[in-house]
C-alpha cells in the first residue's frame, strides 16, 4: 500500500513539475510530511527525479526554438560545478539543517510570487484605466 502512496506523491510532484512550478516545491513536502521520509533522501529523490525531467523539457524546448544557446557554454558547466559541490554538502549536513533551509527557500519564494502577482495586478489594472479613459 505505501507503494502506492509513493506513487502518488510522485505523480503530483511530477505533474507540478512538468506545468513550470518545481516538482520540487511540492515533491519534497510530500515526501517529508506524508510520507515520513528524512529530509535528505527527499531532497536526493528529487533531484534524481529531477534528471530525466530537465534532459526531456530541454529537448522540447530546444525543438520549439525555445532554447537560447548563445551565453550557455558559459552557464552550464558552473551550475553543474555548483550542483555537485551542493550536493556534497547536503549530504553531510543533518537533516533538521536542510529542512530549515528549504523551509527558508519556501518562503523567500512564495514572496518573490506574491510580490510578482502583485504587480501583474496592478499593470492589469493600470491598463485598464488607461483603456477606459480614466487616467
Known amino acids: 500500500m505505501a507503494f502506492y ?6 505523480v503530483l510532484g ?3 513539475g512538468g506545468m513550470g512550478m518545481g516538482g520540487g ?6 515526501l517529508t510530511l506524508l510520507c515520513g521520509v528524512e529530509q535528505g533522501v527527499a ?3 528529487n533531484l534524481l527525479s529531477f534528471l530525466p525531467m530537465s534532459v526531456l523539457a530541454l529537448s522540447v524546448h530546444a525543438k520549439n526554438g525555445l532554447l537560447k544557446k548563445r551565453g550557455l557554454a ?3 558547466p558552473p551550475a553543474l560545478a555548483c550542483s555537485v ?4 554538502l547536503a549530504a553531510r549536513l543533518p537533516s533538521v539543517v ?8 519556501l518562503v ?3 514572496l518573490f510570487q506574491f510580490r510578482a502577482a502583485f504587480r501583474a495586478f496592478r499593470a492589469r489594472k493600470a491598463k485598464a484605466l488607461y483603456k477606459n479613459g480614466r487616467v
Not at 516545491?25 to 510530500?30: A, F, G, K, M, S
Not at 536542510?98 to 527557500?105: H, P
Open 5 to 10: 502512496f509513493y506513487l502518488v506523491c510522485g
Open 14 to 16: 511530477g505533474v507540478l
Open 25 to 30: 516545491t511540492v515533491l519534497i513536502p510530500l
Open 43 to 45: 531532497q536526493g529523490v
Open 74 to 76: 558559459l552557464f552550464v
Open 85 to 88: 559541490a551542493a550536493s556534497f
Open 98 to 105: 536542510l529542512r530549515r533551509a528549504f523551509g527558508v527557500f
Open 108 to 110: 523567500a519564494l512564495s
